[in-house]
């Protein structure tokens, strides 16, 4: 069991992945916050995750960006990542030849999003890019809630979430075939703190079972009573993970809120947050 | 820092590189100081022949193929056939059968930066239709191992670049020392990508001479393939008169938060003093470095450095002069090389001439070094995007 405090949090879901440059489609801000340096390089995950980090602000009132280093610890979860600038730098390849160049491999490897948001907040803690499949979102809080718990950071900075390449969305379709793919990434704060409390179940069911199944709901102390759990059908943990990290916000004490993510391979993880005590930071989220 | 009740250990080892199928001829050319590099094909118009690179020989891909379920042989894909072949080797050496009580809760964590490359490859190429290549999710490489071990707990790829092995071996002890699981699966894979050899190419970093790590004539990063897995097993796990190869006192993840691809002296020196920290040791506590060692100028002028002003007791050696470049596993072929010179109290030396060495670096060269008192191993890996992770081993006989 971990315990935590809850920050801000955000998600981004500008739209399909191939109008990333139309303006239309994206937040008012979005170039004011990331800038336009390296478009030509840089894939629409890796701006995605940018924009979120780049343009929250943690519960200090603090805005990213400002130079400073931390040892805060970042933890992306996300299943196809930077697809888009891997299928890139391979077509330009092709495509230019010796003329190709080296800009497009920094933004080209499987965890080019976190070595930018890395570099941009000057995280110096842990970081990581986790794909665990269905169950992406457990698997990249438990960690991110470690790094707090064994007291390596004060701060993690978690982001779920996929924008799809072409190529994503096939592969994707191999074994969620009526999952719709919807781009869009969540980003939560996290801080050392006792207000919430996170306990973890890990398992695998015998059989495989089709689909997929991500669920969030409230209950009341330890009994299951409550709300109706809220499914998502997309692939896409993003969602799941924004409308859990929201309803813990709104948990009065001892009240508790459930994420429970299933695999096609019959895996499953889901996690319990339970609030201890009333919440000192604005719940808000943004 | 609380580091969690749990002592973890290393019971069992697994590897598959050019070398071969199997930690014996490993160790053999290790030893030897071996190495096997290959010409490899230009990928564009523009890239120049002669570019060496590791491969893993059709004899060790053969072997491998025999072993992994049919799943693996139906649509082989390089790092799940690697991955599943260590996996299966290791579990042999730590006494366990696949789907055994031991590994029914057991964490299955893969650290790999280019994944399924050639499935992805060949999509974006038109070579193969995606239904055809399996799929080029990465998350399939730690669900095929899980399936090969027999594993129900946790299964998850992470990808942190070249440190991604010792970022996987991080995350794996942190769930073993939270409770999570007694058993864990846990290492690196990555194959040949054309991709990378692509990028590392558009950065001059590869060439047609092999890497010769810290010399004064270093130039370039030779690549490779391959997967090194081995059993982590929390102290209430262990099988009664088992020897674990070692005690992992620490895996320290940072960031240099500096540069996209070039690292950062502070924070490399940083990562150093973290996992002295985890570890509750001192930089002269530490008997033998396995070096990140690349063989590029920035990081051997960085990672020596530190070697030669804080480490001047310790034996240093790279593999990679043998080897090759593992990319993301390179930091599990560095583990399985640790636990094997910890069980041979010997260190195998860097492939170079003794007279190029740079700095005033207690390189092993020549013939592999006895250490008969040897007692704490460290094992380096760093990647593009600030990745740092060092592993530090412990003797337990």
């Given at each position: 069991m ?12 500008p739209g399909p992945?191939?109008r ?20 030509q390089?840089?894939d ?8 979120l980090?780049?343009g ?10 400002g ?23 391979q ?14 491999f ?17 995280a110096t803690?842990?970081n990581?890019t986790i ?8 698997v ?9 718990d ?13 924008v799809?390449?072409?190529?994503a ?5 191999l ?6 793919c919807?781009?869009?990434?969540a980003?939560a ?12 179940d ?5 059989a ?8 969030v709901?409230?209950?009341?102390g330890?009994s ?11 692939r ?6 924004r409308?859990?990290?929201d309803?813990?916000h709104?948990?009065e ?7 429970e ?7 499953h ?18 | ?26 160790w ?27 491969r ?18 139906e ?7 690697f991955?599943?072949?260590a ?8 006494g366990?059968?696949p789907?055994?009580?031991a590994?029914?809760d057991?964490?299955?964590c893969v650290?790999?930066?280019?994944g ?13 239709d995606?239904?055809v ?6 998350y399939s490489?730690a669900?095929g191992?899980a399936?090969t071990?027999g594993?129900a ?13 010792n970022?996987a ?15 864990a ?7 040949y ?21 810290f ?11 391959g997967a090194?897995?081995?059993?982590l097993?929390?102290e209430?796990?262990?099988r009664?008169?088992?020897t ?16 996209p ?6 924070g490399?020196?940083a990562?150093?003093?973290r ?5 509750g ?14 063989g590029s ?5 960085i990672e ?8 001047p007791?310790a ?11 593992l ?7 560095g ?11 010997l ?13 005033d ?6 013939a ?7 007692r ?11 990745n ?10």
């Amino acid at each position: 069991m971990f315990e935590f405090s809850l920050g801000p949090v955000t998600l981004c879901a500008p739209g399909p992945t191939n109008r990333m440059d139309d303006p239309e489609v994206l937040p008012p801000d979005w170039h004011e916050v990331i800038g336009t340096a390296g478009d030509q390089f840089r894939d629409a995950f890796t701006r995605t995750c940018l924009y979120l980090v780049l343009g929250a602000a943690d519960a200090s009132g603090a805005r990213a960006d400002g130079g400073t280093r931390t040892d805060d610890t970042v933890v992306i979860g996300t299943e196809y990542g930077n697809t888009a600038a891997l299928a890139r730098l391979q077509r330009q390849a092709a495509e230019k030849g010796k003329l190709l160049s080296a800009q497009y491999f920094p933004n080209a490897t499987s965890s080019s999003a976190s070595a930018f948001v890395n570099l941009r907040v000057g995280a110096t803690g842990r970081n990581m890019t986790i794909n665990a499949g269905v169950l992406t979102p457990v698997v990249a809080l438990w960690q991110a809630l470690s790094a707090l718990d064994r007291g390596r950071s004060d701060v993690g900075r978690l982001l779920v979430g996929d924008v799809y390449a072409p190529e994503a969305v096939a592969d994707a379709r191999l074994d969620t075939s009526d999952a719709p793919c919807r781009d869009g990434v969540a980003h939560a704060f996290l801080h050392t703190g006792a207000e919430l409390t996170a306990e973890f179940d890990f398992g695998a069911a015998d059989a495989p079972q089709p689909g997929l199944t991500r669920t969030v709901r409230k209950t009341a102390g330890r009994s299951a009573d409550g709300a109706a759990p809220v499914a998502f059908a997309e692939r896409n943990g993003a969602f799941a993970t924004r409308a859990f990290l929201d309803l813990v916000h709104t948990l009065e004490p001892t009240e508790r809120a459930v994420l429970e993510c299933r695999a096609p391979d019959g895996r499953h993880a889901g996690v319990t947050v339970t609030r201890q005590h009333a919440n000192s930071t604005d719940r808000r989220s943004l | 820092m609380n580091q969690g009740a749990a002592r973890v250990f290393i019971t069992g080892l697994g590897i598959i590189s050019p070398a071969g199928a199997g930690a014996d001829p490993f160790w053999d050319d290790l030893c030897a100081g071996r190495s096997r590099f290959v010409e490899l094909s230009p990928l564009y118009v523009g890239m120049k022949p002669g570019i060496l690179g590791g491969r893993v020989p059709q004899e060790a891909r053969d072997i491998a193929l025999a072993q992994v379920d049919a799943v693996t042989r139906e649509r082989p894909r390089d790092a799940s056939l690697f991955a599943e072949y260590a996996a299966l080797e290791a579990l042999r050496d730590a006494g366990l059968a696949p789907g055994g009580q031991a590994l029914r809760d057991a964490v299955v964590c893969v650290g790999s930066s280019d994944g399924q490359a050639e499935a992805l490859e060949d999509v974006v190429a038109g070579r193969r239709d995606i239904s055809v290549t399996g799929g080029f999710s990465s998350y399939s490489i730690a669900q095929g191992v899980a399936r090969t071990v027999g594993a129900a707990g946790p299964a998850y790829l992470l990808q942190s670049t070249c440190a991604s092995a010792n970022v996987a071996l991080s995350c794996a002890l942190e769930m073993l020392r939270a409770g999570v699981a007694d058993t864990a699966v846990v290492g690196g894979c990555d194959p040949y990508s054309e991709k990378n050899i692509i990028g590392f190419n558009t950065l001059q970093a590869i060439g047609p001479v092999p890497c010769k790590p810290f010399t004064r004539s270093r130039r370039y990063v030779t690549p490779s393939e391959g997967a090194g897995m081995f059993v982590l097993q929390t102290e209430r796990a262990l099988r009664p008169g088992a020897t674990p190869y070692a005690e992992v006192l620490a895996t320290a993840v940072s960031n240099d938060a500096s540069h996209p691809t070039a690292p950062d002296r502070d924070g490399v020196a940083a990562c150093h003093r973290r996992s002295l920290e985890e570890a509750g040791l001192k930089a002269d506590d530490i008997d033998v470095i396995f070096a990140h060692g690349t063989g590029s100028r920035a990081n051997d002028t960085i990672e020596g450095g530190l070697f030669a002003e804080e480490y001047p007791r310790a034996a240093v050696t790279a593999i990679k002069s043998t080897i090759g470049h593992l990319m993301g596993a390179a930091g599990a072929a560095g583990a399985v090389a640790a636990c094997l010179a910890l069980r041979h109290r010997l260190v195998p030396p860097t492939a170079v001439d003794p007279d190029d060495v740079e700095l005033d670096l207690n390189l092993v060269t020549g013939a592999p070094l006895a250490v008969p008192d040897l007692r704490h191993v460290q094992n380096n890996a760093f990647g593009f995007g600030g990745n740092n992770a060092i592993s530090i081993f412990r003797s337990v006989s």
